[in-house]
């Protein structure tokens, strides 16, 4: 896991959506293209929307009660994800999965793609945070 401090960010976030059932990984990310415009048909955008689905699909995959996932977009600068889940577990970032494994790659895929991600603690579960950067020419 890159360890790092998240970029502070105290507006509130562009997206806030419920992560709910299996419908949710979809229009998440149709909210994410909206929020993005035609930057979201870019290398970074598509990283994005991928990250964002991994992230919807441990929440929907590895706790009960859902949770909800928050995105904060810096046009030409970076786009912050973050999942909130009532399970105050940490997971860690588990070993390379065989080819033939259906699961276990969300993190992986987390951790090769983002800039930046981490997790933390809250009060009534934990969230899992990322950031990609968008290079000047994306």
Not at 16 to 30: E, G, K, M, V, Y
Not at 74 to 80: F, L
Not at 98 to 113: A, K, S
Request: hydrophobic share 40%.
């Amino acid at each position: 896991m890159r360890t790092a401090h998240p970029t502070s960010l105290r507006s509130a976030p562009d997206l806030h959506l419920r992560i709910d059932d299996q419908r949710t990984p979809a229009s998440i990310r149709r909210a994410l293209r909206d929020l993005m415009g035609p930057a979201a048909a870019t290398v970074p955008g598509q990283s994005a929307q991928l990250v964002c689905s991994e992230l919807v699909n441990n929440v929907l995959g590895h706790t009960t009660g859902g949770g909800w996932l928050s995105a904060w977009w810096v046009p030409d600068r970076m786009i912050r994800l973050e999942a909130f889940d009532n399970d105050p577990s940490i997971p860690t970032l588990p070993s390379v999965p065989e080819v033939t494994q259906l699961h276990g790659r969300g993190l992986h895929i987390v951790d090769t793609i983002a800039a930046r991600w981490g997790m933390h603690r809250l009060a009534d579960g934990k969230a899992v945070w990322c950031e990609i950067d968008w290079p000047p020419s994306a």
